[in-house]
């Protein structure tokens, strides 16, 4: 029968993928093992939860250690090519949690705005585990990608339902290793059902760094962008070697409420009289960079605050000197 309400899985790797020789082994396991039919498989109701039919795509198998660019924009374009389907009603993506808060922040900047709800999920523990929190991680997310109230970039993980700009992987090995931290979760997914406590917003909102279509994103070549960081015994030399090597955009995961070591500030003014953008961003697990009253508007000759984890600034600035690109 053909079906006009699916919900696409698309499959990139993962825990939620992998394996291990023995089911008591929950740490040392293979990541992207397994494809996309068998993680369904292992959630025998998984068509009901989502009240229509099921399509599959595996768009990649990796470790998300390894995440980079080319998959990022293959990922972004099969989700612009299966969104804009009349009989597509939302999308879940397996991901591994490493780098899962960043690809949740490039998709939310870049998929066009007023998208279908896209729901990323993972797993902490091998497919093969005693207790693996993967099938029921996939099930959640599909209750979730087909909830009315569904918008935007979503993580759902251990029952709990967050925001793309929110979420933050805190935990190495917990089960519920992701939070969002003062923001709250967005929700929590309880017997396949979703209980709101916040709306959350729709993609590329929180302004969208990638102004265009995703079709025009390259698939290599972005803009080299690294993190430096500032600590104590801090020195420029980091960045002095970065320039030298052609670094085109700097964010420093900085100390409390944005400060910066003596030591590390002639450096970074070295970038910007190289052009360099240089955004500074809290290295604090928790809230955000506070402006002291009155102060000045920024200068373009300083470094940028801005309102992100060093590692969701880092794809930021990228996109953002992509679209200066042109
Ligand atoms: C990965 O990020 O792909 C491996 C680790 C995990 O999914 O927990």
Same mark, same amino acid.
Request: charged residues 15%; proline residues 5%; negative net charge.
């Given at each position: ?19 291990? *020789? ?5 740490? #040392?396991?293979? *990541?992207?093992? /397994? ?17 229509? #039919? ?97 918008? !935007? ?9 967050? !925001?793309?700009? =929110? ?6 090995? &917990? ?11 967005? #929700?929590?997914?309880?017997? #396949? ?10 993609? =590329? ?11 025009? /994103? ?25 320039? *030298? ?7 420093? =995961? ?7 070591? &003596? ?19 809290? &290295?604090?697990?928790? !809230? ?39």
């Amino acid at each position: 029968m053909v079906n006009s309400n699916n919900v696409v899985i698309l499959a990139t790797g993962g825990t939620i993928a992998g394996t291990a *020789a023995h089911a008591s082994q929950a740490v #040392g396991y293979t *990541a992207a093992q /397994l494809g996309v039919e068998q993680l369904l498989a292992a959630v025998p109701d998984l068509g009901e939860v989502a009240g229509g #039919g099921l399509l599959t795509e595996q768009v990649a198998q990796l470790d998300s250690k390894d995440m980079d660019a080319a998959t990022w924009v293959a990922l972004a374009r099969r989700c612009v090519h299966w969104l804009a389907r009349d009989d597509v009603r939302a999308l879940v993506i397996t991901h591994g949690t490493d780098t899962l808060e960043e690809t949740a922040w490039f998709l939310q900047q870049v998929l066009p705005s007023g998208s279908k709800p896209v729901v990323l999920t993972c797993a902490m523990r091998p497919a093969t585990a005693l207790l693996a929190d993967g099938p029921q991680n996939l099930r959640d997310a599909v209750a979730c990608a087909v909830d009315a109230h569904a918008a !935007g970039v979503l993580v759902v993980a251990a029952g709990q339902v967050h !925001g793309a700009r =929110a979420v933050r992987k805190l935990h190495p090995y &917990r089960v519920d290793a992701f939070s969002s931290a003062e923001q709250g979760v967005l #929700g929590w997914v309880e017997e #396949g059902q979703v209980r709101w406590q916040q709306r959350p917003v729709g993609a =590329a909102a929180g302004g969208a760094a990638w102004p265009g279509d995703v079709a025009n /994103l390259p698939d290599s070549d972005w803009p080299w962008v690294e993190v430096v960081s500032s600590h104590a015994g801090c020195d420029g030399c980091a960045v002095d070697a970065l320039l *030298a090597q052609g670094v085109q955009g700097l964010v420093v =995961a900085a100390t409390g409420n944005g400060s910066l070591h &003596r030591a590390l500030e002639p450096a970074l003014q070295r970038a910007l009289h190289k052009r360099v953008p240089v955004w500074i961003s809290t &290295r604090c697990g928790e !809230g955000q960079l506070v402006a002291a009253q009155g102060m000045a508007a920024q200068h373009a000759s300083q470094p940028r605050p801005v309102d992100l984890p060093p590692f969701k600034a880092r794809i930021s600035l990228q996109l953002e000197l992509l679209a200066q690109r042109g």
